[in-house]
């Protein structure tokens, strides 16, 4: 006889062998490039493409917590999307809504925390609603933090962080010699949380496109030609795989 245990998600067959592996990283950052491509290839509207994609989030952010990846970062939307087509933009801006909708349940299911990084005061207020609402939801889980990039630039929250840091000093908080590294990471928006060890972009561009630029200074890259809506947790365990080896480079000298 077999019983189905409701609430107890199992792990794939794929993930449950890398989590006793040594070395995942800790906090995964991605590009999830391609996904208007990944439509128009089909002959269906760009718009399609980001659906599919939101899809893929769901995906890959169970089989980082199946992996124990603490942080997974998600550029989800930079400051330079805002140049796209009005109808394609204020798509997108319904996404977070439709994702809480169908998907929240299993991610308090799965322990994940919601979070943001980014200029949130640009973005649409049904969509601020919709995402306040997903991080209260989640704001005492401790497994995966799963971290939206929205609205977010890297060249703009540096700049942020500077003038902060200058309104501080102006107003004697901090001294100038007490400024550091450290201290100076404090006012991004990543402000708590470990860099990203590994950066994955997909859809074959191999670049940064202004995303983690301070944070990433040691994180290692991985890119792929595939495009977002087709990535997938195989995909994934190859680039951990790939960083691993890396690592065990590195150790060997
Ligand atoms: C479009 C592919 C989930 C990339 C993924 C507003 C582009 C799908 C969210 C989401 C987007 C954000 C916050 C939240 C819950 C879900 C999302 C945007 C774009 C930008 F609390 N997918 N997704 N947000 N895309």
Same mark, same amino acid.
């Given at each position: 006889? &077999? ?8 792990? &794939?067959? /794929?993930?449950? #062998?890398?989590?006793?592996?040594? =070395? ?18 089909? $002959?269906?509207?760009?718009?399609? $493409? #980001? ?7 769901? /995906?890959?952010? /169970? ?6 990846? /603490?942080?997974? @970062?998600?550029?989800?939307? &930079? ?23 169908? *998907? ?11 979070? @943001? ?8 207020? #049904? ?15 401790? $497994? ?6 929205? =609205? ?36 991004? *928006? ?12 997909? &859809? $074959?561009?191999?670049?940064?496109? =202004? ?7 040691? @994180? ?29 480079? *590195?150790?060997?000298?």
């Amino acid at each position: 006889m &077999s019983f189905k245990l409701p609430f107890i998600k199992a792990k &794939s067959k /794929k993930t449950a #062998h890398l989590n006793e592996l040594e =070395n995942i990283p800790r906090h995964v950052a991605i590009i999830m490039d391609g996904n208007g491509r990944w439509a128009q290839k089909r $002959g269906l509207p760009r718009i399609a $493409g #980001h659906k599919e994609g939101m899809d893929v989030v769901r /995906k890959v952010a /169970k089989a980082a917590s199946d992996m124990n990846v /603490k942080i997974l @970062t998600l550029y989800a939307f &930079s400051t330079e999307n805002w140049k796209r087509p009005s109808k394609e933009v204020e798509f997108i801006m319904r996404l977070p809504k439709e994702f809480i909708h169908v *998907y929240l349940p299993e991610m308090i299911e799965n322990n994940v925390r919601i979070e @943001t990084i980014g200029n949130m005061n640009d973005i649409p207020e #049904h969509t601020k609603k919709a995402v306040a609402y997903a991080k209260e939801q989640t704001k005492n889980n401790d $497994g995966l933090l799963l971290n939206f990039a929205l =609205n977010y630039g890297s060249r703009f929250e540096i700049m942020e962080a500077m003038k902060r840091v200058m309104s501080d000093v102006k107003a004697s908080k901090l001294s100038i010699d007490a400024l550091d590294e450290q201290e100076f990471s404090k006012y991004l *928006y990543t402000e708590g949380l470990s860099d990203p060890d590994l950066l994955i972009r997909t &859809s $074959g561009e191999q670049r940064l496109s =202004n995303f983690l630029l301070w944070q990433s200074a040691y @994180t290692e890259f991985w890119f792929t030609e595939v495009l977002w809506p087709d990535f997938n947790e195989d995909l994934l365990i190859k680039a951990f795989k790939e960083y691993q080896r890396r690592k065990r480079r *590195y150790g060997g000298i």
